[in-house]
């Protein structure tokens, strides 16, 4: 069965780091998204992307964060200076029509 | 911003008990989706309800949208120990916004 695949599965950096987050959608998917979910608190939106743009985005994804679709495979979440409070679970997910499936997760741990 | 509001927080429950979790909004959903996480692991599409009135069933889990679209529940029928996690509603007010969600422990 297909399934949403993310690199890597833990990252540890230093407050003030850049940092990126990788994943690779199923192939056949239009609709892209990144949630992140602090330690014991429930899943938050960030963004989703369609069609080369981001087509929502919450009030979290400020001007820290930015994503991008460099070739047809790959869907990636930057963290340009990170923050103590940037660290969380980072979940990608694709969808083709409505439902959405999960990668398993980045968890991010900035010190 | 818009909220769903999801209760109860946490449940426990003895194996064979049943359970509900509730899905709440102030305005008119579109459709609704839920979701199970499991400890450690990431949420998994279960559902997606959109007309009104409607119920699903999988199984042991039963899915139901309110008549006025603001109201959702999910209610597991005799809970086994593998049903433990945590189940999110989600929907969009524009943005995606996910529940609290309701964390489900069950005693064997």
């Known amino acids: 069965e297909p399934e949403v695949t993310q690199t890597p599965s833990h990252q540890v950096t230093q407050m003030g780091q850049e940092v990126i987050l990788r994943c690779v959608p199923i192939s056949n998917h239009l609709y892209f998204y990144w949630y992140r979910q602090i330690l014991g608190q429930k899943v938050e939106f960030l963004v989703s992307?369609?069609?080369?743009?981001?087509?929502?985005k919450s009030e979290i994804f400020d001007d820290q964060f930015s994503v991008e679709r460099p070739d047809g495979s790959n869907f990636t979440l930057k963290i340009r200076s990170t923050k103590l409070e940037d660290s969380a679970m980072y979940f990608c997910a694709s969808s083709a029509l409505r439902e959405q499936y999960f990668g398993p997760g980045t968890r991010l741990t900035v010190t | 911003g818009q909220q769903v509001m999801q209760i109860p927080q946490y449940q426990h429950v003895q194996e064979g008990e049943d359970f509900t979790t509730y899905c709440n909004s102030s305005t008119t959903l579109s459709n609704i989706q839920w979701y199970k996480q499991r400890p450690g692991g990431h949420p998994v599409f279960l559902i997606q309800l959109v007309k009104s009135g409607e119920v699903k069933k999988q199984k042991r889990l039963t899915f139901q949208f309110g008549e006025a679209k603001k109201n959702s529940s999910l209610h597991i029928t005799a809970t086994q120990t593998t049903d433990v996690g945590t189940y999110f509603c989600e929907t969009s007010y524009g943005k995606l916004t996910f529940g609290q969600g309701t964390i489900l422990t069950v005693h064997p």
């Open positions: 992307f369609y069609n080369n743009e981001i087509s929502e």
